[in-house]
């Protein structure tokens, strides 16, 4: 059996070689991790958007591999573009309104709660993410419906003929709250709005109070400090909450097939070309949308510096 001495000689001797060699302590550390993430995930994905080359034969219903850009040019055809854009201005619009509604909720949590209204707080906004998300989403449809809580509250209010006025439309879409683009938006926002209220809060613990005291002792009104100090401060806050809100919105197909007026947006049409047709090269196609749009949002992103946020 080795003496205890030269045991920790020979772990020290070890020990010694790996703070020498940097590069192998590093290939020790994230060898197996880098392994698995390439293996299990970039490359069924690379594989996946490798079929968007390929065409499909309506009359075998069978991929044929050969090289094609008929996919690539399909996605500009109006029916398509139509799909993008729409989804595009739902991700875009849900990110601006949950940025609106969870600004002044993390301000208060973080300038002016108390210990415990704030542990109230975070529940409240974490609460949420805990339920199934599949429950919310049929939640919202029963919310929504016309026998439900919002139609109730909105006739309490004496504002049925506004909103029914509102979704007559022809943008706003369907004749109820749970058949137009109006409650798609609303259940959007409910349920990605937590992932908005978390990075602004974090921004917003991160400002320094002499910050703001030096704003004061020069003469500046609250107002006037909000605008030129803490929200110039928090917007990587608010641009890491919007990398979330737009890529999610981007991505579902579970909210626009169960509320809202018929209508494809990205998710439903890769699920519908792979699912229901087969046809795995347009589906590839349509996939390859949403990553190149975050592709792009993530670089500005990067650029205003909302990764620090996360």
């Known amino acids: 059996m080795m003496p205890a001495t030269a045991k920790n000689r020979a772990i020290a001797s070890k020990s010694g070689a790996l703070f020498n060699r940097p590069r192998l302590k590093l290939l020790l550390l994230l060898g197996l991790p880098a392994v698995w993430f390439l293996v299990i995930y970039i490359y069924p994905l690379l594989h996946l958007l490798s079929q968007s080359f390929y065409t499909f034969d309506d009359f075998t219903m069978t991929v044929v591999r050969e090289f094609s850009l008929d996919n690539i040019r399909n996605l ?17 619009a849900v990110s601006v309104f949950s940025a609106i509604i969870a600004f002044p909720v993390a301000y208060y949590m973080t300038r002016h709660a108390s210990g415990k209204m704030q542990a109230f707080l975070y529940i409240s906004v974490i609460l949420p993410m805990w339920t199934s998300y599949i429950v919310k989403a049929y939640s919202w449809t029963l919310i929504l419906s016309q026998e439900g809580v919002a139609y109730w509250i909105i006739d309490a209010l004496g504002l049925t003929g506004v909103l029914n006025a509102f979704l007559d ?3 706003i879409g369907g004749n109820t709250l749970s058949t137009s683009n109006l409650g798609r938006f609303l259940v959007f ?9 978390l990075p602004i809060q974090a ?10 005291d ?6 500046a009104r609250p107002f006037q ?3 030129h100090v803490i929200l110039p401060l928090c917007i990587p806050g608010v641009i890491a909450g919007s990398i979330f809100t737009f890529s999610l919105t981007l991505g579902d197909y579970i909210i ?3 509320v809202g007026p018929p209508g494809l947006f990205i998710g439903n049409m890769v699920y519908v070309q792979q699912g229901s047709i087969g046809n795995m090269p347009m589906a590839a196609a349509f996939t390859l949308v949403p990553i190149l749009i975050i592709a792009v949002y993530l670089y500005f992103a990067k650029r ?4 620090d946020a996360l």
């Not at 926002?189 to 209220?197: E, G, K, Q």
């Open 225 to 227: 400090t909000f605008r």
């Open 203 to 212: 921004a917003l613990q991160r400002l320094s109070e002499s910050l703001l």
């Open 76 to 92: 500009f055809s109006p029916a398509n573009a139509d799909i993008i854009i729409r989804t595009a201005a739902m991700a875009l």
């Open 304 to 307: 205003a510096g909302a990764f």
């Open 169 to 171: 439309i022809p943008s």
């Open 214 to 219: 030096a704003s004061s002792d020069l003469g």
């Open 189 to 197: 926002t409910y349920i990605w709005l937590p992932f908005m209220i």
């Open 256 to 258: 626009p097939q169960l």
